[in-house]
């Protein structure tokens, strides 16, 4: 009988899971909301539900599946799987992942930021391959952030880096982290939504309906996005002139609208990087997609379980 791999990319809107094989081909997927996961009770019983259907649609059981990749979308302390807290999604404060995980589906698991296993899938497979260092933006309800240092994904202590939670004001709006003026204040989507409805009042309701606006050519949706634009590209000039980075990956459903910010951002980035560094950078989308956090959540479990 096959034996599988599952990898699990827990967003701050979206949960996405993947079936992998053990030479890593994507057999399934699924996606369900994460906003009834506010309580881990809650959490693991719908998430034991959704995995066992999976299996029986491939004719597969618990029993066949050799680990789990998670990544989670908060400061995570990766060798133990244990999470600190998620800035978006509540109830999770100090908890032990990993070993309630374990004891509840009596699998291995390997927990992770959810941006780090982003940035390991693009370095795996996708536009960081043969890249020395690079920053992967994660660009949806919150901004994630992987580093690529040196040709591996980067962590610390904790899952680092929580580049969404570099201040960027003094003061300035309060974050969900509980600080103030970080720069996910200035790119996050709820964030995006309330400059646009400043000019189109409830016609916008996420930044899917601002870039329908865009492609109809609005004005000043136009000028939203390079706004938006501009702001990423001032905080990833700082981040080329610390880290003499090649390259930066943008990825999540608001890098869909790149057409409409590249510009801005490249403006920034002329403006404020240093040279040679500005010389060599080079942004790209991510190809990968959606399934960017899921394989990148596979491939970690996969070298776990592999040590």
């Known amino acids: 009988m096959k034996r599988v791999l599952i990898g699990i990319d827990w967003g701050g809107t979206f949960l996405k899971l993947g079936i992998f094989n053990l030479r890593g081909k994507l057999l399934n997927k699924y996606k369900l909301s994460s906003g009834d996961f506010s309580k881990p009770s809650k959490f693991f019983k719908s998430l034991k539900k959704v995995i066992e259907a ?6 597969l059981d618990l029993s066949k599946v050799e680990g789990v990749g998670v990544g989670a979308p908060g400061i995570i302390n990766t060798e133990e799987g244990f999470i600190y807290y998620l800035p978006n999604i509540k109830g999770w404060r100090n908890f032990p992942f990993k070993a309630v995980f374990e004891e509840e589906f009596g699998l291995p698991l390997a927990l992770d ?22 920053v992967l933006f994660t660009l949806g309800t919150g901004l994630g952030s992987g580093l690529i240092l040196n040709g591996r994904v980067f962590r610390g202590g904790t899952s680092s880096s929580e580049a969404a939670h570099f201040p960027m004001s003094f003061r300035g709006r309060k974050c969900s982290c509980g600080s103030r003026g970080c720069i996910e ?33 609005q004005r000043k949706a136009l000028k939203v996005w390079e ?6 590209g001032v905080f990833s000039a700082g981040l080329i002139n610390l880290l003499d980075l090649e390259l930066i990956v943008l990825s999540g459903g608001v890098s869909k609208a790149f057409r409409f910010f590249r510009e801005g951002m490249k403006r920034a980035i002329r403006e404020r990087a240093l040279f040679p560094f500005l010389k060599k950078v080079k942004i790209k989308v991510s190809k990968l997609k959606e399934e960017a956090g899921i394989i990148g959540a596979y491939e970690f479990i996969k070298a776990e379980t592999n040590d």
Do not use: C, M
């Open 54 to 59: 999976i299996l029986r649609s491939k004719k």
């Open 113 to 134: 930021n959810d941006a780090n296993l982003a940035a390991l899938a693009e370095l795996k497979r996708g536009q960081a391959k043969g890249v020395r260092n690079a």
């Open 185 to 217: 204040t200035f790119l996050g989507s709820k964030y995006i939504v309330k400059e646009a409805k400043k000019f189109f009042g409830n016609r916008v309701a996420s930044p899917k309906d601002l870039y329908q606006l865009a492609l109809q050519g």
């Open 227 to 232: 706004n938006f634009g501009y702001r990423l």
